[in-house]
């Protein structure tokens, strides 16, 4: 995270939310969300229409924060932790390059290339601290993350990731009663061959970012989980509406926050 945030006048921060309701376990929930403030792509930098709703980079974050304050009002019998990685991805003489390597909390080494795939860097860092700080029994991420699960689900359904099926078959079914729908995406030791890096541990994305972009991303993310049961939700393209729909007027949208809720209310997260 702060890689990302170097070519920026605004230092990183991450920030850590708790939770935790009468009678609620000691092993939380953890829900860590991309928090990156305004996204020009870095010195990798977008064309200046795909700038335009850039503030809205941070919907996982956003969609976290509402999540606890949901869960919070409510006095759900529930403990949940979110960490939000917070940051500018902006131009500058100090701003991350392609090629650059660097280390993450972790201890692993990242070859960086295309520095507008900045989120899974931050969510890289916010990832291990959630795993190794609170001992969850489950960590779900969100993060507006690929064009190319845009691309891939249009504009119905978001991605889902995981390492557990039944989580996943669970929260699946959760959104499909509150009208956040979510379809399940590979996660196969298959793309790790795609990202290997003759220089580092790890590089951050594979060679043509247009092949499939989204399950690589998974694949990366999937190494700084401290092989915790875990979920990717890549929310791209779902943080913004274009005009007034049932569930919500025209703007920000809180995608993830009512499956997320279901999901936890329900008793879903027990498993």
Same mark, same amino acid.
Request: hydrophobic share 45%.
């Given at each position: 995270?702060?890689?990302?945030? *170097?070519? *920026? ?9 708790? &939770? ?5 376990? #000691? ?96 969510? #890289? ?17 969100? #993060?507006?993350?690929? &064009? ?6 249009? *504009? ?19 959104? %499909? ?32 970012? %247009? ?14 989980? %401290? ?34 809720? %279901? ?9």
């Amino acid at each position: 995270i702060l890689a990302v945030g *170097s070519g *920026s006048a605004r230092p990183p921060r991450v920030a850590v939310l708790r &939770y935790r309701g009468r009678g609620a376990p #000691a092993q939380p929930l953890a829900f860590v969300g991309k928090g990156v403030c305004f996204d020009t792509g870095g010195l990798c930098i977008k064309r200046g229409e795909q700038m335009f709703d850039m503030k809205a980079d941070m919907g996982g974050a956003a969609a976290v924060v509402g999540l606890l304050i949901a869960l919070a009002r409510q006095g759900s019998p529930v403990h949940a932790v979110g960490v939000l990685g917070i940051a500018e991805n902006m131009p500058s003489g100090t701003a991350l390059k392609p090629r650059d390597i660097i280390t993450t909390a972790s201890g692993q080494t990242v070859e960086v290339f295309d520095t507008d795939a900045e989120g899974r860097l931050i969510l #890289a860092d916010c990832l291990y601290y959630a795993a190794s700080r609170f001992n969850p029994s489950v960590i779900v991420d969100l #993060a507006t993350l690929t &064009y190319s699960v845009m691309r891939g689900l249009g *504009s119905v359904f978001a991605g889902l990731f995981s390492t557990d099926d039944t989580i996943a078959s669970r929260m699946i079914a959760a959104g %499909e009663k509150v009208g956040e729908r979510f379809w399940q995406l590979p996660l196969d030791r298959a793309y790790d061959e795609g990202l290997q890096s003759p220089f580092a541990d790890i590089r951050h994305h594979a060679k043509d970012m %247009e092949d499939g972009d989204a399950p690589y991303a998974a694949a990366f993310l999937r190494n700084f989980t %401290e092989d915790r049961p875990w979920v990717h939700l890549d929310i791209a393209g779902k943080e913004l509406a274009d005009k007034d729909r049932p569930l919500g007027r025209e703007g920000a949208t809180a995608f993830g926050v009512q499956m997320l809720e %279901e999901w936890v209310q329900s008793g879903r997260a027990a498993s």
